[in-house]
């Protein structure tokens, strides 16, 4: 007879929203490996990210080109030197749900999420995962799954599956 050295938290998911948006470190480094593509093989970004409380964000990209990504409300405006774009995320379902997936993980909207997304989660010690299925099935063609892990009130990674299985992984670290 073997046992296992496993031991479970008992962390509820509430909880665990309850501390990531409680976490007063709002801002991080992050490196971002988009998987191979029809054009190249894979794609890495590095730069930082902050969120504040009233759920704007803001993505600075360091490599392999400087831009600048801010979301406020309904509006993402992506900034490549002295363009300035902005477009409305309700025009962008699919665009709109995965960033809103992460904005109300952020911010613990736990009843947002479920409106749109089915959870899947587990536990073990103080690590998670937070899987997210979209509910939209036109955004379930384009996104398959949302996966955050972390550990306690730090997100470690969020890694988003779309259609064909694309992947895009964000590794987070403290500034």
Not at 71 to 97: C, F, H, M, Q, W
Not at 112 to 128: A, Q, R, V
Not at 158 to 169: A, F, Q
């Given at each position: 007879?073997?046992?296992s050295?496993?031991v479970y938290?008992n962390?509820?998911i509430d909880?665990?929203?309850?501390?990531?948006?409680?976490?007063s470190?709002?801002?991080?480094?992050?490196?971002?490996?988009?998987s191979?593509?029809?054009f190249?093989?894979?794609?890495?970004?590095?730069g930082s990210?902050?969120?504040?409380?009233n759920?704007?964000?803001?993505k600075?990209i360091t490599t392999?080109?400087k831009s600048?990504?801010?979301?406020?409300?309904?509006t993402?405006s992506?900034i490549?030197?002295?363009?300035?774009k902005?477009?409305s995320?309700?025009n962008?379902?699919?665009?709109s749900?995965?960033?809103?997936a992460?904005r109300w993980?952020?911010?613990?909207?736990k009843?947002k999420?479920l409106?749109n997304?089915?959870?899947?989660?587990?536990?073990k010690?103080?690590?998670?995962i937070?899987?997210?299925i979209?509910?939209?099935?036109?955004?379930?063609?384009?996104?398959?799954?949302?996966?955050?892990?972390g550990n306690?009130?730090?997100?470690?990674?969020?890694?988003l599956i779309?259609?064909g299985k694309?992947v895009?992984?964000?590794?987070?670290?403290?500034?």
């Amino acid at each position: 007879m073997t046992f296992s050295n496993v031991v479970y938290s008992n962390l509820s998911i509430d909880h665990i929203f309850d501390l990531i948006a409680n976490n007063s470190n709002k801002s991080l480094n992050f490196v971002e490996i988009h998987s191979e593509t029809f054009f190249t093989e894979e794609i890495r970004t590095t730069g930082s990210v902050a969120f504040s409380d009233n759920g704007a964000m803001s993505k600075y990209i360091t490599t392999p080109n400087k831009s600048e990504m801010h979301i406020v409300g309904n509006t993402l405006s992506l900034i490549n030197g002295e363009d300035v774009k902005s477009i409305s995320l309700a025009n962008y379902p699919v665009l709109s749900s995965s960033i809103n997936a992460i904005r109300w993980i952020l911010s613990g909207e736990k009843s947002k999420i479920l409106e749109n997304y089915f959870i899947n989660y587990t536990i073990k010690n103080n690590n998670w995962i937070i899987d997210l299925i979209p509910k939209n099935e036109e955004v379930l063609l384009k996104i398959s799954s949302i996966s955050v892990t972390g550990n306690g009130k730090n997100i470690a990674t969020i890694t988003l599956i779309k259609s064909g299985k694309v992947v895009v992984k964000t590794i987070f670290s403290n500034l």
